[in-house]
């Protein structure tokens, strides 16, 4: 009893410090680091990188890299100049919006580890509130001399950047697909080449393998506010996108018939029994339906290229499926019909980007740009790909033998980077994405109908941008 | 305290206990001093006298400067946070507005805090004030007339739920309650397949921390129970009082202290539990967010530092509130 009154205390005053931090503190360390150019340090030297990423857990082949390769290369190569680094993991395994609220805290209060993983959409937040830095202003102009830039294409890059200033460097990116179980295809006798051109032709495969074998739930579309950012990026925006209207163009998109009509395919599906509500519902869902998929208890469902080569891998997955290659099938995400979907076209798909920034607050600048930039070189990419193939946002690695001769990396690259689209990098993204989770959850979960749940989101997101910024129709 | 004092402690917290300890010490130094002469001079004046008013504050300076850094000053900042449109991240968390008092405005207006006072009204009803001191007293006077190896097997299972940290029991009970591979599921015969903590969310939390916290009173009521005066219950079971009777008459009138106590901690306790979220994070759809899991989630899941303080410090009002209402009812009946 007494722990959870001291948890509460602690969130109380956590909450209490990081705003004394963001309103007072600042001002003093920023003037010590204005005018000096960071140095190498002599003598021993920590630094500590953290990474939502735990050794037999969550992006379990991201720690083992670091610890194992990544961190001795770097330290042997800072010995071999005569330099005394250590590196330390700070390792988490816990839901991304999670590891964010964990890092915002860390930031505002001052602490944190040096260099951070981190995710590209939530560039523009931390920049307004000041938890982040240029790279020049932190470590200096000799950021611009890394070899690493010239192989970056700018869009990737672009996705670092506020203001023309730099704060990081672009790890990787994804893209979203249909993700289908072969066997269990097969057995309901669907063909094993599987390409719907429309949501009609999605639930009639749903239809029939319901029919055939009523224990598997035959989708899984992400929809609740325990999915977190998940259920928008690969629930909700694909079917939206499918509409041919998108989350932001000039404007937020309110209450609209593209709106009605996305809302409406997760009422289909859900109300026939096509997906589950309660999995959306549970704490644990997103694991729960991806364990549900590796044991073929669900049919269908939609994620990036992580669920190839994070989950389901046989080797380093969280849920290994061991002939992967064999049962599971990917696919492109249909528009609601051919054509219908953004810019005019029959498929569509969302990505985001992975990235690590600097921690303003690091006492050894030097050294963290040194094994930031290291952890982006040419060298240490390519030694990552070998073990965990992904699309890197250097274009040399993604030319290597590892990413391109990986199927689903080079059916991304080739088939599916060209239609995505990409989140809007604004401060309020993460706050409008929340409503539109929690509008598809009401629905999903029977609470309220369509009309009712868009007319609640489109006046939730206008308390939060204005009005003025929301498209009505 | 410890945990929530967190990494950032040592600055001024050690500083101010560090300046008070060496302030209190020749305080002591003098008191020890002076004890002989005070055991001589009379026992019934011997505080007052040797102390003096300097040596008292003294005394009490440091509890008093740790009460003011550790209660005083977060609460009024949490106030002060209330007032504001702070945020964790965005150009809210770089500078934040006054916004006066529309923070408690929509609080009184948002549908999820009216649904988060009726659900911890609930909660607390249910599993402190019904669950936990009724089981505690419960088991107290059941085991009241035993002795020997089984009493103390009971004793210290019970004692065993209490002492057990939140998250591992936590996932105890997770595994208990789970849908599809759950103890409870396999315990009951058919192919049940209850997903008890989405179906009977307010229910599970509630005999989950019924089970938790039943210790404390009935450790409290244990003692309570073995003070009373045999003679008293001997007179009433001569003059044919039957047991209920006796329950009703004797006992709970003199032990009304006690239960009163009870109440009021586990109570409070209670309300300001966040356990909860260790296994439903607050779902289904509210159903058992609690005010402190409503918090955490527009605080800092959300970022609405400003909004959530000012739920804070309604939730602080709340606290001194029931508080204040026992100690009274305490004051008056004993």
């Known amino acids: ?473 | 305290m410890s945990a929530g004092a967190g990494p950032k402690a040592p600055q001024t917290p050690a500083g101010g206990g560090a300046g008070g300890g060496a302030g209190a010490a020749p305080a002591s130094q003098d008191a020890s001093d002076d004890a002989p002469a005070a055991a001589a001079g009379g026992q019934e004046t011997a505080g007052a006298v040797v102390l003096g008013r300097g040596g008292a504050s003294a005394f009490v300076a440091p509890a008093l400067g740790l009460v003011g850094v550790f209660l005083i000053f977060p609460a009024l900042w949490t106030l002060y946070l209330g007032l504001t449109n702070a945020r964790l991240t965005g150009l809210a968390a770089a500078e934040p507005q006054f916004v006066g008092l529309s923070n408690f405005v929509r609080a009184l207006t948002d549908p999820l805090f009216r649904n988060s006072l009726k659900v911890t009204a609930i909660f607390v009803v249910g599993s402190a004030v019904v669950g936990q001191t009724g089981l505690g007293f419960l088991l107290a006077w059941s085991l009241r007339g035993w002795r020997g190896p089984v009493r103390s097997a009971i004793e210290v299972l019970v004692i065993l739920a209490w002492i057990i940290p939140g998250s591992v029991v936590a996932f105890l009970w997770i595994a208990l309650l789970d849908g599809r591979s759950g103890t409870l599921n396999t315990l009951i015969p058919g192919d049940g397949g209850i997903e008890w903590l989405l179906r009977y969310p307010m229910a599970s939390i509630i005999v989950f921390n019924t089970w938790r916290g039943a210790a404390f009173s009935m450790l409290l009521f244990g003692a309570a129970l073995a003070s009373l005066p045999p003679s008293h219950l001997e007179t009433a079971r001569l003059a044919g009082a039957s047991a209920w009777q006796q329950l009703r008459d004797v006992i709970l009138p003199s032990i009304r202290g006690h239960i009163l106590t009870a109440l009021l901690l586990i109570s409070l306790w209670t309300f300001n539990l966040f356990t909860p979220y260790l296994l439903t994070r607050g779902g289904p759809n509210f159903q058992t967010e609690v005010l402190p899991i409503y918090i955490y989630r527009v605080a800092i899941s959300s970022g609405q530092l400003g909004y959530g303080a000012a739920i804070s410090a309604i939730m602080l009002a709340i606290n001194l509130v029931v508080a204040l209402v026992y100690l009274n009812v305490l004051k008056d009946k004993t």
């Open chain 1, 1 to 473: 009893m007494s722990n959870s009154i001291r948890h509460l205390l602690a969130v109380v005053s956590v909450v209490g410090m990081s705003l004394a931090a963001a309103c007072g503190g600042g001002g003093s360390e920023q003037g010590e680091q204005d005018g000096e150019q960071a140095a190498a340090t002599d003598g021993p030297v920590t630094i500590t990188i953290a990474e939502n990423a735990v050794r037999g857990g969550k992006n379990d082949y991201t720690a083992q890299w670091l610890i194992d390769y990544a961190i001795p290369t770097f330290t042997e190569q800072m010995a071999a100049d005569g330099r005394d680094v250590t590196v330390k993991l700070v390792e988490s395994g816990i839901d991304d919006e999670d590891y964010k609220s964990r890092l915002a805290l860390d930031l505002s209060a001052g602490e944190g580890a040096d260099v951070i993983g981190f995710d590209g959409f939530w560039l523009s937040e931390f920049v307004t509130a000041g938890y982040l830095k240029p790279l020049t202003e932190v470590v200096g102009p000799v950021i611009d001399d890394w070899e690493g830039w010239e192989q970056i294409p700018e869009a990737v890059a672009g996705s670092l950047v506020v203001d023309d200033q730099r704060y990081g460097i672009p790890v990787g990116t994804d893209g979203r697909v249909l993700f289908f179980r072969k066997d269990v295809f097969a057995d309901a006798g669907l063909p094993e080449d599987w390409q719907p051109t429309s949501w009609d032709e999605i639930i009639e495969a749903a239809r029939t393998i319901k029919e055939a074998d009523p224990d598997v739930t035959p989708l899984q579309i992400n929809a609740g506010t325990s999915m977190g950012e998940a259920t928008t990026l690969q629930g909700f925006v694909p079917i939206l996108l499918g509409t041919g209207a998108e989350l932001y163009d000039q404007a937020w998109l309110g209450d609209t018939p593209q709106m009605l009509e996305a809302v409406g395919f997760f009422q289909t599906i859900y109300d026939e029994g096509l997906a589950d509500p309660q999995l959306q519902l549970r704490a644990d869902g997103r694991d729960r339906s991806f364990q549900d998929f590796s044991t073929g208890r669900i049919a269908i469902l939609i994620e990036s290229d992580y669920l190839w080569r994070s989950v389901i891998n046989p080797g380093e997955g969280l849920f290994p499926i061991e002939n992967r290659d064999e049962v599971v099938g990917f696919t492109k995400i249909p528009a609601r019909e051919p054509g219908a979907g953004i810019r005019g076209q029959d498929f569509v798909s969302a990505s985001g980007g992975t990235a690590r920034v600097l921690n303003p607050n690091t006492d050894y600048p030097q050294e963290a740009w040194e094994f930031l930039s290291f952890l982006g070189s040419e060298e240490a990419l390519t030694e990552f790909v070998q073990g965990e193939p992904r699309i890197t946002a250097r274009e040399d690695v993604n030319a290597s033998e590892a990413v391109a001769s990986d199927p689903i990396l080079s059916f991304i690259a080739e088939e599916v980077l060209p239609i995505t689209w990409y989140r809007p990098g604004f401060e309020e993204y993460p706050q409008v994405s929340e409503a539109l989770q929690r509008m598809v959850e009401n629905v999903v979960a029977g609470r309220s109908d369509v009309p009712t749940a868009a007319a609640e989101y489109e006046a939730t997101i206008s308390g939060i941008v204005g009005a003025e910024n929301v498209i009505q129709e």
